[in-house]
T-cell receptor, first 110, second 113 residues
Framework: QKEVEQNSGPLSVPEGAIASLNCTYS??????FFWYRQYSGKSPELIMS????GDKEDGRFTAQLNKASQYVSLLIRDSQPSDSATYLC??????????FGKGTLLTVNP | DGGITQSPKYLFRKEGQNVTLSCEQN?????MYWYRQDPGQGLRLIYY???????QKGDIAEGYSVSREKKESFPLTVTSAQKNPTAFYLC????????????FGNGTRLTVT
């Protein structure tokens, strides 16, 4: 079974700091990569998507992909208390199957 | 407003009963997915469908069944064979494509006693 691994956390950072979330995946044939944010009791919402090696920036968020190392990360700059949530890494394979990691709980302390 | 509607939000059933969870989308998406989430866990794929009248098993399909008779609808039946059905069920859809993200409904929380 294809696996997506994330540190469960919790990851605790002070307000204004950079939060770094990491994810590794087992399937070298994986095609596309997504980061979702999920607040407690709610459904996931898309934060970032990345398909090519390198960095992709969107506002305070930067996704990084290294296919050779099978590693994808999400950096959150200037972290805010409202960023406190569970962050889910998701990987799509060539059969359109999207597999999620178990998520990392982030807490941003005021 | 376009979106994905899951109903009901909360569902209670007695053990041994089959129950069907509704998922409707008006986004004109071809692909639809069902996931299950248990407390403190990520999302686990139950079934997914890329096109009408076709669907594939995910990682935890045992005890579940689906149909895809219409593009906008992808109902999930939780059968009495599912040993631990109590969970948060999430439906999602996307346009077809490897780079297409999933958009989620608000979920149905099923409790079986």
């Amino acid at each position: 079974q294809k696996e997506v691994e994330q540190n469960s956390g919790p990851l605790s950072v002070p307000e204004g700091a950079i939060a770094s979330l990491n994810c590794t995946y087992s399937d070298r044939g994986s095609q596309s990569f997504f980061w979702y944010r999920q607040y407690s009791g709610k459904s996931p919402e898309l934060i970032m998507s990345i398909y090519s090696n390198g960095d992709k920036e969107d506002g305070r968020f930067t996704a990084q992909l290294n296919k050779a190392s099978q590693y994808v990360s999400l950096l959150i700059r200037d972290s805010q208390p409202s960023d406190s949530a569970t962050y889910l890494c998701a990987v799509k394979d060539s059969n359109y199957k999207l597999t999620f990691g178990k998520g990392t709980l982030l807490t941003v302390n005021p | 407003d376009g979106g994905i509607t899951q109903s009901p939000k909360y569902l209670f059933r007695k053990e041994g009963q089959n129950v069907t969870l509704s998922c409707e989308q008006n986004l004109n998406h071809d692909a639809m997915y069902w996931y299950r989430q248990d407390p403190g866990q990520g999302l686990r794929l139950i079934y997914y469908s890329q096109i009408v009248n076709d669907f594939q098993k995910g990682d935890i399909a045992e005890g579940y069944s689906v149909s895809r008779e219409k593009k906008e609808s992808f109902p999930l039946t939780v059968t009495s064979a599912q040993k631990n059905p109590t969970a948060f069920y999430l439906c999602a859809s996307s346009i077809t494509g490897l780079n297409s993200p999933l958009h989620f409904g608000n979920g149905t929380r099923l409790t079986v006693t």
